[in-house]
């Protein structure tokens, strides 16, 4: 995947939000090759979806919630999310 679909993943987010507003307000919407894909409780539980079913890279997850604010994982940050102890 290239950033190009990274980013029509986000544009179809984007073009679906307020329906997706309607009927999964909270969650976290997976969108993969401009796709919606599914809806999470967390923006973890997303992450590890999207790493399983689309690799790691060209998806996009978008908060469902009217204005969105930036999302952190410290564990992606630092690499720590394929660990295994």
């Known amino acids: 995947m290239t950033e190009t679909a990274r980013e029509l993943s986000k544009q179809a987010y984007l073009k679906q939000k ?23 409780d967390t923006m973890e539980a997303a992450y590890a979806a999207a790493i399983e079913r689309c690799g790691v890279d ?14 952190s994982l410290p564990a992606l940050q630092h690499g720590l999310l394929r660990v295994r102890l």
Not at 18 to 40: C, I, Q, R
Not at 60 to 71: C, L
């Open 58 to 71: 060209g998806f996009y997850i978008g908060h469902v919630v009217p204005e969105q604010k930036p999302q």
């Open 18 to 40: 307020e329906a997706l507003l309607k009927t999964h307000p909270g969650k976290f919407a997976l969108f993969s090759n401009g796709s919606f894909v599914d809806t999470f």
